[in-house]
């Protein structure tokens, strides 16, 4: 069966959910010509369909163009499938709620290193390559330092891009065994241990002091209140704390304690917690195991996710452009982002090279960024490549067009594809 996509330009992909709407079927290469005769086109709603009549379809030729007119019922694919002779071919759409629909999916990276901690590349270089991968936001997050990001930031401020950086870092903090990510905070968490430990060691022991009649004199209570400390200091920058890979192993096992991890469930101070990412093709299981305790600990709360790469190199080959978050924002704005993650509105991304993509989230966020991955996302990336690749060159000593058509031409893809 031949995908119609290969040969058309077909538009929108992302309708209004239980309307009408017409779908347009252009071919991407002008001399290309569609033979006479019959066409048949079937509609399949991909979940359910309360009507036979929403299933049909009106269908208009004019020249090398065809116009469908059909019912989009419910928030779902719609998998169209045109019989031509002996040939059939097929296309597919979805159609979401006024919700999702006037929010755009963001691709974006939020665990990154570069060689100011143990990475290997320059802060700009990772923003160029991440920009290549398709990326629309990223933070650098290297151990215990902000700067790196703030110099990422600093190095592309005058060019007018369509991708976006943020501040960031991974933190560290004294006599506790945890990773918290700081993802667009507005000042270094680190810092402030690191300038003042007098301070940080009387807060944390207030919040210890706080959980003694709950909890008994294990090392894990001291942890979560050192933990408590940080994700309300990010919070306080306007930032969003994150739970960094919960099932990490190392030599001496998982990094942190089921006993801190249920602690920290159970609490609840991270505003975010990394379902999948940072792990290398034998370290897989730790993917797994961080997938079903979420499901399990989180008793059927809906607590944000996100997944990300934690890469240490962007050429190694591996981790880098394995893991992703996709945020449905309206619009790319850190305080938007940050909202519509706390909302529940992102997933996590695992798409190892030759494995088939896996998203974790919500199951209605789940089945719409599958549609994406296979859909829309190869289309955004080829322009973001392009921006990327132009950014690159740009930290190589080369002009960047002041105009930026890659801007222009994305503008052009979202309103080309979204039915708003």
């Given amino acids: 069966m031949v995908k119609l996509d290969s040969y058309f330009k077909i538009y929108p992909k992302i309708v209004r959910a239980d309307t009408k709407a017409v779908v347009t079927l252009e071919p991407r290469f002008p001399d290309w010509r569609l033979p006479e005769g019959e066409y048949r086109f079937i509609h399949y709603p991909a979940n359910y369909s309360t009507r036979e009549e929403y299933r049909n379809l009106e269908v208009r030729r004019d020249g090398n163009r065809f116009y469908l007119e059909g019912f989009f019922e419910g928030e779902q694919e719609h998998i169209i499938y045109v019989e031509a002779g002996n040939r059939t071919i097929t296309f597919s759409l979805y159609s979401v709620k006024d919700d999702l629909l006037y929010r755009t999916p963001y691709k974006g990276d939020m665990h990154i290193h570069t060689y100011y901690s143990d990475g290997i590349e320059s802060p700009a270089y990772v923003a160029s390559a991440c920009r290549r991968i398709g990326l629309d936001f990223l933070a650098i997050t290297d151990h215990r330092r902000y700067f790196p990001s703030i110099e990422a930031i600093e190095t592309f401020k005058n060019l007018d891009l369509s991708f976006k950086l943020f501040p960031g870092e991974e933190v560290h903090p004294p006599d506790n065994p945890i990773h918290i990510v700081n993802f667009g905070g507005n000042f270094s968490i680190n810092e402030l241990f690191e300038k003042d430990r007098e301070t940080y060691d009387r807060e944390v022991g207030e919040i210890e002091e706080s959980l003694k009649r709950e909890i008994p004199d294990i090392p894990e209570r001291y942890q979560l209140a050192s933990s408590i400390w940080c994700f309300n200091k990010i919070r306080e920058g306007n930032g969003l704390g994150i739970f960094a890979h919960p099932f990490w192993r190392i030599r001496e096992g998982y ?50 996710v996100v997944g990300v790469t934690d890469a240490h190199g962007c050429e190694t080959g591996s981790l880098f452009g394995w893991y992703y978050t996709v945020v449905f924002s309206p619009d790319l704005e850190l305080e938007d982002l940050i909202e519509s993650i706390k909302r529940g509105y992102s997933v996590g991304v695992e798409s190892i090279p030759g494995r088939e993509a896996r998203v974790y989230g919500s199951l209605r966020l789940t089945l719409f960024t599958q549609f994406l991955i296979r859909e829309i996302f190869p289309i955004h990336d080829r322009i973001c490549e392009e921006e990327g690749k132009a950014m690159m060159r740009y930290i190589m000593g080369e002009t960047f067009d002041s105009k930026n058509p890659y801007r222009e031409e994305l503008e052009k893809f979202y309103n080309l594809y979204w039915k708003r």
């Fill in 255 to 304: 990094y942190i304690s089921e006993r801190l991890l249920d602690l920290l469930y159970e609490k609840r101070p991270f505003d975010a917690v990394e379902i999948v990412g940072g792990y290398h093709m034998n370290e897989l299981t730790s993917n797994n195991l961080q997938v079903v305790s979420y499901y399990e600990k989180s008793k059927g709360q809906n607590i944000p």
